[in-house]
């Protein structure tokens, strides 16, 4: 069984992104060994200088790369990554198994991103699309997308 790891910079308290969370990760139990790892967001003032959001996301990068875990495939979504249809992510993370990757960890930065560095070390960087939706709603939304793929992979009518 495949694990899948999201890594999150932020942590959630909305009750119902936490919700929706819960949802997703017990309907993805069927399909993957899910893991989702909250890291701490650094702390930016109201109005960040570009060296103050540079020094954030260096110490988030060098967070994210601690949590990575070893052989596996890394998607980092990232706006101006790749936009793939539900199938063409299907697809994408069957590739992923096929080759022999056990373990996709996908990223997800902070209000304001992931490193460059980060991003470079990526096998896949994904965009969910070129509008931009808080990083909580996106855990959601990566979430779903993840069932979804599962789903098309098994044949299953979800999907349609």
Sequence with gaps: MQRV???CVGKLKERFYTEA???YAKRLGRFCRLDIVELPESRLPD??????IRQALETEASLIRARIPKGAAVI????????????QLAQRMGRF???GESSLVFLIGGSVGLDESVKAQ???RLSMSPMTFPHHLARVMLLEQIYRAYQINAGTKYHK
């Excluded at 109005?47 to 103050?52: F, G, L, W």
């Excluded at 980092?76 to 199938?87: D, F, K, N, R, V």
Aim: charged share 15%; glycine share 6%; net charge negative.
């Design 5 to 7: 790891t999201i890594l």
């Design 21 to 23: 969370v819960a949802e």
């Design 47 to 52: 109005d960040p200088s570009p060296a103050q």
């Design 76 to 87: 980092a979504m990232c706006i101006e990554g790749q936009t793939l249809s539900s199938p």
């Design 97 to 99: 198994a096929v080759g």
């Design 122 to 124: 990526a096998d896949l």
